[in-house]
């Protein structure tokens, strides 16, 4: 069992002025009881220039339990972890999670004690995600809207505002209505776009003066490659046909908020995407291509129609008929969809060119093996978790690839972390010591 213990770094990289942070520490006890070593000084705010903050981050399912109450319909996530509990390490579900929604419904000022222990230990700001199901329980505007879970989100608002804490909200994080995926199978139509712009025209309208940032989704690329169930793609282009369905509604939702809200509530908006970093195996050209299109087929696959208004050319040339195609308006819609590019970074592989493989998935279209080592050395240090090794230069490295192949776009870096083994023989303060977090958090920020 690991603790998650997620470091969630909003980066902005402008390409004039000042760099811009903002790091989302997760307020989670660890448990590794080693002393932290002498792996560098201490950081402390003059460590850092002016503008950098740090916030708090979260996401609805993981936190807010209350799963069918005060109105709210079941989400997918809801579902799932009742249908395959097999799936589930611990076999647990977000039926109360850490109870989040009633903490603050039944006793207000436990709510606000979170919310000022993050402001007393300097948070600036603090990410989270609405959960569709909760503000509209059948997925859609004409099935009602939930009072109570409306009320539930302005009054965070307002608490994260009272005590000087900047929402950044996130419209999607994995959990959209069971509603919807019964009624038409959710992202795999393109009926999806339409709910999901009202569902965000209902967030602006309703929570938009005084949140200034917003995330359409969160690591939709992470999501279409696990399938529409969770479980794997059932079909050859199952994963595409996701992928193309969250572009366009990110875009339509885009396209609403600028031109109804964006100007009076001058906010911005934008999305979320995962990946790792891919060294080349080797010094060979044909590894060096392999860790291209790692990239390409990752990140590029939601990054180049947002900047490019197209999927990359290596997935045009190698998925062929799967990969759908974006209509001239589609492809115009998507291009320049973003005010800010959200990216969540854990780790890095190493990247070997492979030969076509005789199953046609998304996962093995890349022709690409991805390993963790390289004669028996790993690409870093090693943590709780098997596939998240120690790199912090390959953040680094993405940076500045972000900059150079996508025009120096906004750059905010949306999750960075390490998970701890648990030893409950730990006390919390022997707990809190955590050196490989401490190192690993401390590496990420200094290569930057």
Known sequence: MVTPGRCILLYHMASQGPFFFICLLALAATTNGAKPNHYSKPFNRSSFPAGFSFGAGSAAYQIEGAALEDGKGPSVWDTFARKYPERIADRSTGDVAVDFYHRYKIVQEMLQDDIKLMKKVGLDSFRFSISWSRILPKGKLCGGVNPPGVQFYNNLIDELLANGLKPFVTLLHFDHPQALEDDYGGFLSPKIVDDYVDYADLCFKTFGDPVKHWVTMNEPNGWSLGGANGSAASSPAESYILAHHFLLSHAAAVKLYRKKYQASQKGKIGITIITNWFVPKSETTADSKAASRALDFLFGWFVDPLIFGEYPKSMRSLVGRRLPKFTEAESKMLKGSIDFLGVNYYTANYAENAPPSNTAIAANDNRVNLTTEKN?????????????????????????????????????????????????????????????????????????
Do not use: C
């Not at 940076?399 to 409950?424: D, F, Q, R, S, W």
């Not at 303060?429 to 920020?445: M, N, Q």
């Open 376 to 448: 028996g050395v790993p690409i870093g240090t090693p943590t709780a978790v098997s596939w998240l090794f120690i790199y912090p230069k390959g953040l680094r490295q993405l940076m500045l690839y972000i900059k150079e192949k996508y025009n120096n776009p906004p750059i905010y870096i949306t999750e960075n972390g390490v998970a701890e083994a648990n030893n409950a023989s730990l006390t919390v303060k022997e707990a809190l010591k955590d050196s490989t977090r401490i190192r690993y958090l401390d590496g990420h920020l200094k290569s930057l």
